[in-house]
């Protein structure tokens, strides 16, 4: 079946620094993806959309000059926590909608593990 | 805006005993498509079941089945046989069919399933 590979699985970064999580679809081309974040025994909350080449979709509630997404290549999106605190330590998930319809598959990543020290 | 209700926090079933774990949702959509995912210990998403709005006959994999009442804005997940392997959360997602390959899906709050063996 499909893949999406996230990277890093866990990061730990410095408080007031920044960093990168990415998303990739391995083996088919991703019009869309989409980020949650996941809290501890908790639901996925969508934090964004992204589409190639076109600004993100942030949720209501979602500071996306904090959570800045790019989605360059039918292949990768990125998140980037900025200015990262301990308050944005969480599991984060991408994934990726292949195909233009709705009927098509939603596939996950792995989800990166971020602690902010 | 669609809503997905998973009211059970936490069920537990005997390892080869089946269990039913409840989803309501509420849309006003004709056309949609309805799934359950099962978030192990590793957090990796995994697609258990999806249903499409437009079939009558309720969806089948393997040792998993579900009771789709689109009347009744009902979907239930039966587990048979119940595994080891099977303890995990479970979330009921909903997805429009409009929308396009931008159509997110709204989870339920998940339940945890835990197997005695």
Not at chain 1, 45 to 50: G, N, R, V
Not at chain 1, 69 to 98: G, Q, R
Not at chain 2, 52 to 62: D, I, L, V
Request: charged share 15%; hydrophobic share 35%; aromatic share 12%.
């Amino acid at each position: 079946g499909a893949v999406v590979s996230q990277h890093p699985s866990r990061v730990i970064c410095k408080s007031g620094t920044s960093v990168k999580i990415e998303c990739r679809s391995l083996d088919f081309q991703a019009t869309t993806m989409f980020w949650y974040r996941q809290f501890p025994k908790q639901s996925l909350m969508l934090m964004a959309t992204s589409n190639e080449g076109s600004k993100a979709t942030y949720e209501q509630g979602v500071e996306k000059d904090k959570f800045l997404i790019n989605h360059a290549s039918l292949t990768l999106s990125t998140l980037t926590v900025t200015s990262a605190h301990p308050e944005d330590s969480s599991f984060y998930i991408c994934s990726a909608a292949s195909g233009a319809t709705s009927g098509n598959t939603i596939y996950f990543g792995e989800g990166s593990w971020l602690t902010v020290v | 805006a669609q809503t997905v209700t998973q009211s059970q926090p936490e069920m537990s079933v005997q390892e080869a005993e089946t269990v039913t774990l409840s989803c309501t949702y509420d849309t006003s959509e004709s056309d949609y498509y309805l799934f359950w995912y099962k978030q192990p210990p590793s957090r990796q998403m995994i697609l258990v079941i999806r249903q499409e709005a437009y079939k009558q006959q309720n969806a089948t994999e393997n040792r998993f089945s579900v009771n789709f009442q689109k009347a009744a804005k009902s979907f239930s997940l039966k587990i048979s046989d119940s595994q080891l392997g099977d303890a995990a959360m479970y979330f009921c997602a909903y997805r429009s069919y409009y929308g396009g390959a931008n159509s997110k899906l709204t989870f339920g709050k998940g339940i945890t399933l835990s197997v005695r063996p």
